[in-house]
């Protein structure tokens, strides 16, 4: 029998909850629910989940600050939600480490083809191909442990979303990719008209990488972003 995949929902909303409990539960999810941090930790601690679904505005800690004690511990997938006209939410969620973001006009279907992208990347990091270790320049990703060592030995431990995004760019190196394409890869969709989601997780990239100057991913106009840098696999 496959493994069931399991889904915490993080909001203060009973009805929110119920519904998207019973239709996940429909779509082959297990799901568990939790109304506020507090409870949310209370679940995280019988096990990781394969994915949260976690609200901005919750009752006392709101879902950034829950966001960023996460991923102290943890690169499990986040989806957030997030007020429809506030940008800044999505920016914010982003910058903290979450792997997508949706706004509470969604459809179910839409958030189910949302949670089925992060899971089939987050499977794909999980085995990802070739050697162990990948280095670049005086850089090293371990694609295990998902912890990029710097040039100087220290050790970093990548968000889901940074370890896509650099593993993208490490299986195409000194290629063009486009926001679109990268979009694609590491979130199952295109990139939204005027979307920033990306360039954001490129600049949080860049600055794990010290890339100040923009020489290591390079801006390319009209082309999007390329990685320049030759690559060697290491077992």
């Not at 409990?21 to 949310?40: H, P």
């Not at 102290?72 to 800044?88: F, G, Q, W």
């Not at 162990?132 to 979303?161: H, M, N, Q």
């Not at 926001?179 to 969709?189: A, C, L, M, Q």
């Amino acid at each position: 029998m496959a493994f069931q995949k399991r889904i915490l929902i993080v909001d203060d909303s009973e009805e929110l909850r119920d519904a998207l409990s019973a239709y996940l539960t429909k779509s082959g999810f297990e799901v568990l629910t939790a109304a506020d941090g507090e409870e949310m930790h209370k679940v995280l601690a019988q096990g990781e989940p394969s994915l949260i679904i976690l609200d901005v505005m919750l009752p006392g800690d709101d879902g950034f600050t829950l966001c960023s004690q996460i991923r102290k511990t943890s690169n499990v997938p986040i989806i957030m939600l997030t007020a429809v006209t506030d940008e800044i939410d999505r920016v914010t969620g982003l910058e903290l480490g979450a792997d997508d973001y949706i706004t509470k006009t969604f459809s179910p279907r839409e958030l189910l083809a949302r949670i089925k992208a992060l899971l089939r990347r987050s499977q794909f990091n999980q085995g990802l191909e070739g050697a162990r270790y990948i280095c670049f320049l005086d850089w090293k990703l371990d694609t295990l442990a998902r912890v990029l060592v710097t040039p100087s030995g220290d050790e970093t431990t990548l968000s889901g979303a940074d370890f896509s995004l650099l593993s993208l760019f490490l299986r195409h190196p000194n290629k063009p990719l486009s926001r679109n394409i990268i979009s694609e890869t590491i979130r199952g969709r295109e990139a939204m008209p005027l979307e920033r989601g990306i360039d954001i997780q490129v600049s949080r990239l860049r600055a794990k990488l010290e890339d100040q100057d923009h020489s290591l991913i390079r801006t390319l106009r009209n082309e999007g972003y390329m990685l320049s840098a030759d690559v060697i696999h290491e077992a």
